[in-house]
């Protein structure tokens, strides 16, 4: 299942989302274009193999769950608010 940003203009003011355990294998790229003020998010246990690189504009996003994902490429460097990052395997 691929999560589409249906309704994204509402994301603003969001501060968490969680997505865990829902089988997302991928997210569209415009889902997080709003999320400035995401601060928490939760994308564990899914089928998750990459993250849009869009995922850069959460510029308060401080927590990213992704354990439990058979992740291959994320570019997590440009999330510069991020402190903690949780991946189990």
């Known amino acids: 299942m691929t999560l589409a940003p249906r309704g994204i203009e509402l994301a603003k003011g ?4 969680n997505l865990s355990e829902n089988k ?8 997080f274009v709003n999320c400035t ?8 246990y899914n089928l998750l193999e990459t993250l849009p690189a869009q995922l850069r504009r959460c510029v308060s996003l401080q927590q990213l ?6 992740l ?4 997590l460097r440009a999330v510069a ?3 903690q990052l949780e991946i189990h395997f």
């Open 72 to 75: 291959r490429h994320a570019q």
């Open 14 to 17: 969001l501060l968490v989302v």
């Open 24 to 31: 997302l294998t991928s997210i569209h790229p415009d889902l």
């Open 81 to 83: 608010a991020l402190k």
């Open 37 to 44: 003020d995401l601060m928490l998010l939760d994308l564990s």
């Open 65 to 70: 769950l992704l354990s439990y994902n058979p």
